[in-house]
C-alpha cells in the first residue's frame, strides 16, 4: 500500500464550485492544499485515503468559491461611511469628500482605515482587493500583515492632496511604491490617475509610457456620470475613452471603472484594445451616477468584473451583496430577467476580477496549481431552505454572515467567522476614536 502524502490543509465540503468557465458544482468533494496551493481536488470519501492533513477542516453543509476579488474600492475612506449621503456625485466629492480628505488623510488614517476595511473585506469573503487611495506605501503594507492579496493604485491627480503636490510628485512617489513592493508575490503596485477630469494630457501620456514600460496596470473612475462624457465632450471635441484611447492608454493593462455611459463606439475601442470594465453597481445607483450596461458588455465579449468602490459611496465592501445588486440591476437594464445568470454574477466577482487585474493564472477559480484562495459559505440557514442548486443559493439568497472561513494563498485568515490576522474590538475601539476626531474636528 503506497504512503499518504502529508499535506497542510484539508478541506471536505458539501459543495466545490470551481468557476472554471463550464459552470461546473461538485458535490461532496474535497480541496487538497499544500504550499499555499491547490494541488487536488477529489471526492470527499477518497481524499483521506490519499493525502494525511495537518489542518482538516469538515464543512458539509457549506459551498466553497473562490475567494471573491473586489477589483474597486478606496479602503481607508472606510472612515467616511455614512458621513455624506444621498447626495450626487460632484457635489459628494467637491463639497463634503475632498475637504474631508484635505483635513484628515494621513499615513495613520490610512493604516487604520485600510485595517476597517479589510476586516470587513474578509468577513465577507474577499480574498483579493484593489484599491486607489493616498499613502499607497501604508496600504500596501497593512494588506500583507493582514494576509490578503491586494492590488495597489498610487494616485495620481492635477491637483494637490496630503500625499503629493502635482503630477510629477504623484508619479515619483507612485514609482518608488513600485519598487519597494516589486518582489512581493501578495502585492501589485499599479497606477491610478482618478479620473479624465482631474489629470491633463501630459501626466496621462507619461503614464501610458511608464505602464507599457513597466508592464503595470492603470485603473481609472471612467464614464461615471453623463456629465462627466458631456463636459468631457464640450472641453475636448473627444468622448473620455477616445480621448484616453488617443493619448495611449487603452490596453489590457486598463481597468475602466465605472463605465455606465456607453456607445457602440465605446464598446468597439473595449473590444479592439482588450481593456476592462469594473462594474460598481451600488456606488453607481447611491449617487445617481447612471447604469452600466454589463450584460451588452459581456455579451459584446468585454470583460467585466466587480467592485463596491469605497465604503463612503455604497455603503458596505460586501461582494456578496454587491453580486446580488449586479445580477438583479442587470435584469432590469437589460429588460430581460435571462441577462446576468448566478453563474455569470458569480464569474464576475470571481475569475473576471482575476483577468482584470491580470492575476488569473494565480487566483480566481478553484483549479489544481492555482493559490488557495477560497470561501467557505454555510448554507444550511433557514433563509436558505430549500436549496435547488447552491450557485441560485449564494447569489439571490446568501448573506455576508454566513461565510464562515476564508484562506488566502492557503493561510486561514477566517476562522468561524473569528479573524486571525486583525483584533476585531480593537479596529471597533480605534473607529470609535477616528470618529470623534472627524465629528469634533479634533
Ligand atoms: C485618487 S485617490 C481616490 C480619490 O477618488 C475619490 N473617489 C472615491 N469614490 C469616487 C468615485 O466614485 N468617483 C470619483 N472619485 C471617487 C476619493 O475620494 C479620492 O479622492
Ligand atoms: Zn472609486
Given at each position: 500500500m503506497s504512503e499518504k502524502k502529508v499535506v497542510d490543509t484539508i478541506i471536505e465540503a458539501g459543495w466545490v464550485i470551481p468557476v472554471n468557465g463550464d459552470k461546473e458544482v461538485l458535490q461532496n468533494h474535497a480541496l487538497v492544499i499544500n504550499g499555499g496551493t491547490i494541488i487536488a481536488i477529489i471526492p470527499n470519501e477518497q481524499v483521506l485515503n490519499q493525502y494525511q492533513p495537518t489542518n482538516h477542516q469538515q464543512l458539509p453543509n457549506h459551498a466553497l468559491i473562490p475567494g471573491f476579488i473586489n477589483t474597486h474600492c478606496h479602503a481607508a475612506m472606510s472612515f467616511f461611511r455614512?458621513?455624506?449621503?444621498?447626495?450626487?456625485l460632484m457635489t459628494w466629492l467637491n463639497e463634503h469628500i475632498w475637504p474631508a480628505e484635505s483635513q484628515w488623510v494621513s499615513a495613520e488614517f490610512v493604516h487604520d482605515g485600510t485595517q476597517l476595511a479589510i476586516a470587513e473585506m474578509l468577513r465577507c469573503g474577499t480574498t483579493t482587493f484593489s484599491d486607489m487611495y493616498f499613502f499607497p506605501e501604508v496600504a500596501a503594507r497593512v494588506a500583507l500583515d493582514a494576509k490578503i492579496r491586494s492590488q495597489i493604485s498610487f494616485p495620481i491627480m492635477d491637483f494637490p492632496t496630503p500625499w503629493a503636490k502635482d503630477p510629477d510628485e504623484y508619479i515619483h512617489k507612485g514609482l518608488e511604491v513600485f519598487d519597494q513592493f516589486r518582489h512581493q508575490s501578495m502585492t501589485r503596485i499599479m497606477f491610478g490617475p482618478h479620473a479624465p477630469y482631474t489629470v491633463s494630457d501630459e501626466p496621462l501620456k507619461r503614464i501610458a509610457t511608464l505602464s507599457e514600460q513597466l508592464d503595470a496596470a492603470v485603473q481609472m473612475h471612467i464614464h461615471e456620470t453623463p456629465t462627466e462624457v458631456d463636459e468631457g465632450l464640450a472641453k475636448t471635441g473627444k468622448r473620455p475613452l477616445q480621448r484616453l484611447h488617443d493619448l495611449?492608454?487603452?490596453?489590457?493593462?486598463l481597468q475602466c471603472v465605472h463605465m455606465t455611459q456607453i456607445t457602440e463606439a465605446d464598446i468597439q475601442l473595449l473590444l479592439q484594445t482588450g481593456a476592462h470594465v469594473v462594474h460598481c453597481p451600488e456606488s453607481n445607483l447611491k449617487l445617481a451616477s447612471g447604469f452600466s450596461p454589463v450584460d451588452q458588455l459581456l455579451k459584446a465579449g468585454v470583460n467585466v468584473s466587480l467592485g463596491t468602490d469605497g465604503a463612503a459611496s455604497n455603503n458596505d465592501l460586501d461582494m456578496l451583496g454587491e453580486m446580488r445588486t449586479a445580477a438583479l440591476l442587470a435584469k432590469a437594464v437589460a429588460e430581460d430577467a435571462a441577462a446576468l445568470s448566478a453563474h455569470e454574477a458569480l464569474a464576475m466577482a470571481t475569475i473576471n476580477g482575476a483577468k482584470t487585474l491580470g492575476i488569473d493564472d494565480i487566483t480566481g477559480s478553484l483549479e489544481v496549481?492555482?493559490?488557495?484562495d477560497v470561501t467557505a459559505i454555510n448554507l444550511d440557514e433557514l433563509e436558505n431552505?430549500?436549496?435547488?442548486?447552491p450557485v441560485s443559493q449564494i447569489v439571490y439568497t446568501a448573506s455576508s454572515?454566513?461565510?464562515t472561513h476564508v484562506w488566502v494563498d492557503g493561510n486561514l485568515v477566517l476562522n468561524n467567522r473569528e479573524l486571525t490576522t486583525l483584533d476585531i474590538d480593537y479596529l471597533k475601539a480605534n473607529t470609535l476614536r477616528w470618529k470623534e476626531h472627524i465629528i469634533t474636528g479634533k
Amino acid at each position: 500500500m503506497s504512503e499518504k502524502k502529508v499535506v497542510d490543509t484539508i478541506i471536505e465540503a458539501g459543495w466545490v464550485i470551481p468557476v472554471n468557465g463550464d459552470k461546473e458544482v461538485l458535490q461532496n468533494h474535497a480541496l487538497v492544499i499544500n504550499g499555499g496551493t491547490i494541488i487536488a481536488i477529489i471526492p470527499n470519501e477518497q481524499v483521506l485515503n490519499q493525502y494525511q492533513p495537518t489542518n482538516h477542516q469538515q464543512l458539509p453543509n457549506h459551498a466553497l468559491i473562490p475567494g471573491f476579488i473586489n477589483t474597486h474600492c478606496h479602503a481607508a475612506m472606510s472612515f467616511f461611511r455614512g458621513k455624506a449621503d444621498d447626495l450626487p456625485l460632484m457635489t459628494w466629492l467637491n463639497e463634503h469628500i475632498w475637504p474631508a480628505e484635505s483635513q484628515w488623510v494621513s499615513a495613520e488614517f490610512v493604516h487604520d482605515g485600510t485595517q476597517l476595511a479589510i476586516a470587513e473585506m474578509l468577513r465577507c469573503g474577499t480574498t483579493t482587493f484593489s484599491d486607489m487611495y493616498f499613502f499607497p506605501e501604508v496600504a500596501a503594507r497593512v494588506a500583507l500583515d493582514a494576509k490578503i492579496r491586494s492590488q495597489i493604485s498610487f494616485p495620481i491627480m492635477d491637483f494637490p492632496t496630503p500625499w503629493a503636490k502635482d503630477p510629477d510628485e504623484y508619479i515619483h512617489k507612485g514609482l518608488e511604491v513600485f519598487d519597494q513592493f516589486r518582489h512581493q508575490s501578495m502585492t501589485r503596485i499599479m497606477f491610478g490617475p482618478h479620473a479624465p477630469y482631474t489629470v491633463s494630457d501630459e501626466p496621462l501620456k507619461r503614464i501610458a509610457t511608464l505602464s507599457e514600460q513597466l508592464d503595470a496596470a492603470v485603473q481609472m473612475h471612467i464614464h461615471e456620470t453623463p456629465t462627466e462624457v458631456d463636459e468631457g465632450l464640450a472641453k475636448t471635441g473627444k468622448r473620455p475613452l477616445q480621448r484616453l484611447h488617443d493619448l495611449g492608454l487603452l490596453s489590457p493593462r486598463l481597468q475602466c471603472v465605472h463605465m455606465t455611459q456607453i456607445t457602440e463606439a465605446d464598446i468597439q475601442l473595449l473590444l479592439q484594445t482588450g481593456a476592462h470594465v469594473v462594474h460598481c453597481p451600488e456606488s453607481n445607483l447611491k449617487l445617481a451616477s447612471g447604469f452600466s450596461p454589463v450584460d451588452q458588455l459581456l455579451k459584446a465579449g468585454v470583460n467585466v468584473s466587480l467592485g463596491t468602490d469605497g465604503a463612503a459611496s455604497n455603503n458596505d465592501l460586501d461582494m456578496l451583496g454587491e453580486m446580488r445588486t449586479a445580477a438583479l440591476l442587470a435584469k432590469a437594464v437589460a429588460e430581460d430577467a435571462a441577462a446576468l445568470s448566478a453563474h455569470e454574477a458569480l464569474a464576475m466577482a470571481t475569475i473576471n476580477g482575476a483577468k482584470t487585474l491580470g492575476i488569473d493564472d494565480i487566483t480566481g477559480s478553484l483549479e489544481v496549481n492555482k493559490a488557495a484562495d477560497v470561501t467557505a459559505i454555510n448554507l444550511d440557514e433557514l433563509e436558505n431552505l430549500p436549496m435547488y442548486h447552491p450557485v441560485s443559493q449564494i447569489v439571490y439568497t446568501a448573506s455576508s454572515r454566513q461565510v464562515t472561513h476564508v484562506w488566502v494563498d492557503g493561510n486561514l485568515v477566517l476562522n468561524n467567522r473569528e479573524l486571525t490576522t486583525l483584533d476585531i474590538d480593537y479596529l471597533k475601539a480605534n473607529t470609535l476614536r477616528w470618529k470623534e476626531h472627524i465629528i469634533t474636528g479634533k
